[in-house]
Every structure is written in C-alpha cells, then in structure tokens.
C-alpha cells in the first residue's frame, strides 16, 4: 500500500516496504513562545530558519500548524505553506483544525499534499473529506470521534475503520488514508504507549494501510524527552508505522538505524549517507 505525496518535483512515497518517512514537526507554535511570536509578527525568516534544520536533517515531509490563539489561519496558514513551498521542493502535510485555512492553503499550493487531519467526528467527516477529494490529497486519520480518544485498542481500530469506509464512499482510496492511532504521554499513564502499539498492529493487520504518529507527544511531561521518544519510535516502526510527526535533528539518526535493522537498507547505504551528511556539519 503506497502513499504518494508530492510537491512541485519531488515524490515521497509512504509504504511498509520501504524507509520509514519523517515529517518534521518544528513548524508549530504549540508551547514555543518564539515561533508563536514570529507568526504573529509576520516574521517568516524564523520559519525558514526551523525548516532548514528540518530538511538539513533530512526531513521528508514537513508539517505546518500555525495554531497560535487569535491568529488568523486562514490568512497565514496558505502564506506560510506557500513560502515554504516557494523555497523548499519537499511535500507538505497542513496541519490544522481549521477547515477554511486547510482549504485555502490547499488553493494556492502544488503537488499532492498531506491533510492533517480528519477524525471520526460526524462534523469533521462530512468537512474534511470532501477536501481530500476535491484536490486529490491524502489525509491523516485520527482514531476519535465525538467520545474523545478511546482507552482500548478495539473502538481505536473500530474508529480507523469508519474513516476508511466514509472516504471510500467518496471515492477517496485507501491508499490517501494514513491512519493515525494516536500517542498520549506515558508520564499520565503507563499504559498509553501499549495502547497505541497494540493499535498500530491490528491496524496493520486489519486494513494493511499506512500509519503515522505524532511520535513526540509520548514523552510530554518527562525528563530527557528524547530517549523516551528513540525508544517508542523504535517500537513503533517494528509494529508497522510507517511514518511519524517528529523532531528530525533528533529522532532521524534512531530512525535510519531502525530500517537498517529492519532489513530496509540494503548495505546500510542510508545509513551511512546519513552519517556521512552530519559528520560534513
Ligand atoms: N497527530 C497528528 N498531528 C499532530 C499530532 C499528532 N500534530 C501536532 C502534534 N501531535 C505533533 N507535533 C508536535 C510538535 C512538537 C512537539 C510535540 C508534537 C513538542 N515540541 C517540544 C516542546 O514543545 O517542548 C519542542 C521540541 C524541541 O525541542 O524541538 O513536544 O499526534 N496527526
């Protein structure tokens, strides 16, 4: 099952079969005063500077939320996509709880893009997926719905099911749905990650379709956030994700060293590209 996104040149492709894809996730203000001051002011170089990290550390795709209270998204989600379409040929996923801002950002920008996010909400359905189709995107599929995440595995892969089916209805194919089991930190409950690795595996097993995790959300709360994160990543890609939301500068080293041991990368040349590329820093 392949996912295919696209900006002006390039493809990435999302599939079990081949490297796990890193979204990078710097360009969201939640809980960073700067970046949240930056959007506010219209400063974009500061953008620019955190999508350079990204793609320096060899980012596929790059995640942009611009959720800062009393900031108009439907104006400065599209400016911000298109800035850095404008100077960075990678696919984007767009980041938002704002249908208009989705739409508008969708309107004015190239290739094939990741829409993040649509869930089992009645609302968000008939709202959401009428936009993936309409511009031939693909979509991330939170597994909640109008009773919030669900503590169990079975109403989670349930969940992930219904989205499949309505977006089917639309024509919409299997292959444009990646389904997102969601990660809530272990710190608040010991048993979130087995959860969510439970999840993943009968999603997999179910319906055979990509997933993604919002891979960082894992370690909120705890000291040395970045081990927690390395450790659940790596479960997670044995289980079968297949992409993830996450800090490239420090989860891509984990990441390339998990597909090689995964059987991914045949004579570890990824491996060794990406260390060869961050020795040259
Ligand atoms: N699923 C989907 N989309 C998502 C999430 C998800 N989007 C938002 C979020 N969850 C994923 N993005 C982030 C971005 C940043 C952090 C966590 C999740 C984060 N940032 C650190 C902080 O705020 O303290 C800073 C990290 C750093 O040092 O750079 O934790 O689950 N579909």
Redesign the pocket.
């Known amino acids: 099952m392949d996912t295919i996104l696209k900006s002006t040149t390039k493809e990435v492709k999302i599939s079990i079969d081949k490297p796990f894809v890193v979204i990078g ?2 360009v ?1 203000p ?3 005063k700067i970046l949240a001051g930056a959007l506010a002011e219209g400063n974009y170089d500061y953008v620019l500077e955190l999508v350079k990290k990204q793609v320096d550390a060899k980012a596929d795709i790059l ?1 942009v ?1 611009v959720g800062v209270p009393g900031l108009d998204e439907v104006k400065v989600l599209p400016e911000v996509a298109k800035l850095i379409s404008d100077n960075y040929d990678l696919p984007l ?1 767009l ?1 938002s709880a704002n249908h208009d801002a989705l739409a508008a950002a969708l309107a004015v920008l190239p290739g094939k893009l990741l829409i ?2 649509v869930n089992g909400e009645e609302k968000s359905l008939e709202k959401v997926l009428p936009l993936v189709k309409e511009y031939g995107a693909a979509v ?1 599929g ?1 597994t909640m719905d109008d009773d919030g995440i669900p503590s169990d595995v079975e109403t989670r892969v349930s969940i992930a099911g219904k989205i499949i089916e309505r977006a089917a209805k639309l024509g919409i194919s299997e292959e444009d749905i990646v389904i ?1 089991p ?2 809530l930190t272990v710190g608040a409950d010991s048993n979130a990650a087995l959860v969510t690795l439970g999840t993943i595996d009968m999603i997999r097993k179910e319906f055979g379709v990509n997933i ?6 894992v ?2 709360g705890l000291p040395d ?2 081990t927690v994160n390395q450790a659940f990543l790596s479960l997670a890609i044995s289980k079968g994700a297949t992409c993830a ?3 490239p ?2 989860l891509t080293s984990i990441i390339r060293a998990t597909d090689l041991l995964m059987g991914r990368d045949k004579s570890s040349l990824r491996y060794l590209k990406f260390y060869r590329s961050q020795q040259k820093k």
């Open positions: 996730e710097k969201n939640t809980g960073r995640d939320n996923c980041d993040n996010s991330i939170l997102d969601l990660v993604n995790l919002g891979a960082s959300n370690s909120f956030r970045h939301i996450t800090d500068v420090k």
